[in-house]
């Protein structure tokens, strides 16, 4: 499966509490997203990184920051989770050269994330 | 930004009929359209994709067309088995937005025996 990993696979949290989620890549390709599935929601995107420290908002990016300081780590943060943020975590990478291109995204594994 | 719907939520067929689920984009400048399955607990797997360019492309039992007049794309999957039995959700990506995704709430496809 794409050389994707992510961290913690499951994650049951606080209100208020800091969190993050890692997405691990072997693949070294540039585009990395970050999407949440909710039910009746199908995925959505949260932010997405085309480079190293080069990052960008996607559809639902309320509550949530990024940071990509190596080719192959994106990194997810909820500075103080909500209740509204349990969901299912899906990291994504693309093998696309630059913003003009189309190509294929492969997911991760997923982190399930409960905030209590 | 692009709006994609999809229908039916829920489909059930007997197990060697045919399946159909459809999409429809807001975004003319969509040109990529994906297919993902996704399995109870598992990630999203791309299982066939379709580009502006081409109106039908199939691979075995499954087939995507694609009506650009009308914008919408149907997945079509023949024969069908047990382990066809999952969530499918199609996508339209923007040309030019990094191969950004927007996606379908889904179909729950049950195939019975």
């Known amino acids: 499966d794409a050389g994707i990993t992510q961290s913690p696979r499951h994650k049951v949290t606080e209100t208020g509490t800091p969190v993050t989620l890692r997405c691990h890549q072997t693949e070294n390709h540039r585009y990395m997203y970050w999407y949440r599935q909710d039910p009746g929601h199908g995925l959505r995107l949260i932010h997405y990184s085309y480079g190293v420290k080069d990052t960008d908002k996607g559809e639902v990016s309320d509550g949530y920051s990024v940071s990509r300081s190596k080719t192959e780590d994106f990194l997810l943060t909820l500075e103080s989770a909500t209740s509204s943020q349990t969901s299912v975590y899906f990291c994504a990478i693309s093998e696309a050269l630059d913003s003009s291109s189309t190509d294929t995204q492969y997911f991760g594994p997923g982190t399930r994330l409960t905030v209590l | 930004g692009e709006n994609v719907e999809q229908h039916p939520s829920t489909l059930s067929v007997q197990e060697g009929d045919s399946a159909v689920i459809k999409c429809t984009y807001s975004d003319s400048a969509s040109n990529y359209f994906p297919w993902y399955k996704q399995e109870l607990g598992k990630r999203p797997q791309l299982i066939i994709d379709?580009?502006?360019?081409?109106g039908e492309k199939k691979d075995q039992r499954i087939a995507v067309t694609l009506n650009k007049t009308a914008k919408h794309f149907s997945l079509h999957i023949t024969e069908t088995q047990p382990e066809d039995s999952a969530v499918y959700f199609c996508?339209?990506?923007?040309?030019?937005?990094?191969?950004?995704?927007?996606f379908g709430t889904g179909t729950r496809l049950q195939v019975t025996l």
């Open positions: 379709i580009r502006s360019n081409v």
């Open positions: 996508a339209a990506s923007i040309a030019g937005t990094a191969s950004k995704l927007t």
